[in-house]
């Protein structure tokens, strides 16, 4: 069979969920025993989300091959229990960096440089690429922003293309939005009228509509859809709103997606999807037994989105617990000796993530020392983990000016000092140490018995680590490092020996964690929250 394409285009409003619909799609055709991989082209001009404010697009997600991308990738991830790489996340920096590269190399051979072809092509050489790699049955792509962009057009136009060369191979699908007028008490179809006709002005007819809703479609609607829009009336689908994001799949199946999908692409509908294993995570998270209370502590607690892989992976590891992860976000930036019993009363664990800068790492070192001194269960992540160092060194051995480099450069005493790779890097963006590294685990320690293994692998995005001329002193004072990558001898992971449950790591294990997979330090440390 030859691969199949499909673009998810959007319309109307950004943030209809154009990521969710392709992960729940690509579940539904893998669960069917399809290979499956999915794509995001993003339209802005960075190379990558890496120096962005997490306040414009919220985390970003690192792959195990070190691509910084945007947080949609680790939807496709969680869903699919598929690794991406580099090639899944194309944005218009990217493009035109190789299209100009090229142009200096000499490669057109002296030939004007247009928007079409070369763009256009370098568009779908990316996409094409990925279904080449892979040998995928199915490649989705989805495509940022929203038609009538200006920015958006050469991947519209790429769209185009692709759908005529390809034929049958290749369809379209499009998120628009209906939206209730109350006063009326009726469901609008006009917004999606027009945002297909911007799409059929660039020579994209859409080949099925999925309507985002906050109310039940009619057949009337249905109707009226199909017959504006030139699409069957079968292939208008209705995504209303989830309470959670876990039971779109099941939506999406209940509406027949993945069988009008098939049937457009020529490939044989002659099994069903077995979403039994979906299902029953589902019921672990509508119906949990009991619930524990967990402190977030970080400083974009007003964006979730900052800390998106995080929270799924409560939910992930909740769900492994048969319980509900009621999460408390903590602002930062306001904790400090005085209020920190108010802050975290009633908390069953603190949990203290990753960030950079100053602002809000007092109160994250305050946080640490109060789960530390009261016995409270503590994970940290990367940052977390250079956290409860400081802290420890502050207020352990007693080095009270202790600190990060990257915080406090003068300080007499840097337990967290700049990687010895990073000392002449000059650039900023994917400059840090990013992607998969190994992690060997000492025996008998607590991160021993809850990956069960002594050698693991995580991802990682940072560019300050342990000092280890420290190392000596910690360890005889109770604070072991417990996971050293063997190459480097950077400590990756560590932890209080007779604390009921206190543990750090220096990588992302939230980037790692899966709807079928849970990872083990998330589900670990909601375990000991329990107890």
């Known amino acids: 069979m030859n691969t199949k394409y499909i673009f998810v285009t959007g319309g109307v409003t950004s943030s209809l969920g154009k990521g969710i619909i392709s992960s729940s799609l690509a579940k539904l055709l893998q669960a069917r025993g399809l290979s499956v991989t999915i794509q995001k082209l993003d339209p802005y001009i960075n190379i990558d989300p890496d120096t962005l404010n997490p306040y414009e697009h919220g985390e970003c997600y690192v792959t195990s091959d070190g691509a910084v991308t945007d947080l949609d990738l680790g939807h496709y991830e969680r869903f699919l229990g598929v690794a991406t790489s580099q090639a899944n996340n194309i944005t218009t920096g990217r493009i035109y960096q190789s299209v100009i590269d090229k142009e200096r190399r000499g490669d057109y051979l002296g030939k004007t440089v247009q928007v079409i072809p070369h763009i256009t092509d370098e568009i779908k050489r990316n996409v094409k690429l990925l279904g080449g790699i892979g040998k995928y049955d199915v490649v989705i792509t989805e495509i940022g922003g929203t038609v009538g962009d200006i920015e958006s057009l050469p991947y519209v136009e790429a769209v185009r293309q692709m759908r005529w060369e390809l034929g049958r191979d290749c369809l379209c699908v499009h998120l628009t939005y209906v939206p209730y007028v109350a006063a009326a008490h009726e469901l609008k179809t006009k917004p999606t009228q027009h945002s297909v006709k911007f799409l059929l002005q660039s020579g994209v007819q859409p080949d099925i509509l999925v309507l985002r809703t906050e109310h039940k479609l009619n057949d009337d609607v249905r109707k009226k859809v199909a017959l504006f829009c030139n699409v069957e009336k079968e292939a208008v689908i209705e995504s209303i709103d ?42 672990r998270v509508r119906h949990p037994r009991k619930s524990v209370k967990i402190a977030l502590v970080g400083k974009y607690v007003e964006l979730p989105d900052a800390y998106k892989s995080i929270l ?182 560590v932890e209080i020996p007779g604390h009921k449950f206190f543990i750090a790591g220096q990588f992302h294990p939230e980037l790692q964690s899966t709807v079928l997979n849970p990872h083990k330090l998330f589900v670990a440390f909601v375990k000991a929250a329990l107890s």
């Open 242 to 283: 989830a309470s959670t994001i876990y039971e779109v799949p099941l939506l999406m199946q209940r509406e027949q997606f993945d069988k009008v999908v098939l049937r457009k692409l020529g490939i044989d509908d002659d099994k069903e999807p077995d979403m039994s294993e979906w299902t029953d995570f589902l019921e």
């Open 312 to 493: 799924e992976s409560f939910v992930h590891a909740g769900a492994a617990n048969e319980c509900k992860v009621d999460l408390k976000l903590i602002q930062s930036d306001g904790l400090t000796r005085e209020n920190i019993a108010d802050k975290l009363h009633g908390m069953n664990g603190v949990l203290v993530v990753p960030g950079f800068g100053d602002r809000g790492i007092e109160g994250k070192i305050e946080a640490v020392r109060y789960a530390r001194v009261n016995n409270i269960p503590f994970l940290g992540i990367c940052l977390g983990m250079q956290c409860a160092v400081v802290e420890f060194a502050r207020n352990v051995l007693g080095y009270k000016d202790a600190h990060s480099a990257e915080i406090n450069p003068s300080a007499e005493h840097k337990v967290v000092d700049l990687m010895e790779g990073q000392k002449n890097v000059s650039g900023i963006g994917g400059t840090m140490r990013l992607g998969a590294y190994v992690c060997k685990i000492k025996e008998g320690s607590l991160a021993h018995e809850i990956y069960g293994e002594t050698q693991i692998s995580e991802r990682h995005r940072h560019r300050f680590e342990f000092n280890n001329k420290y190392l000596e002193e910690f360890e005889k004072n109770g604070f072991v490092a417990s996971g050293i990558n063997p190459e480097s001898g950077l400590v990756e992971i």
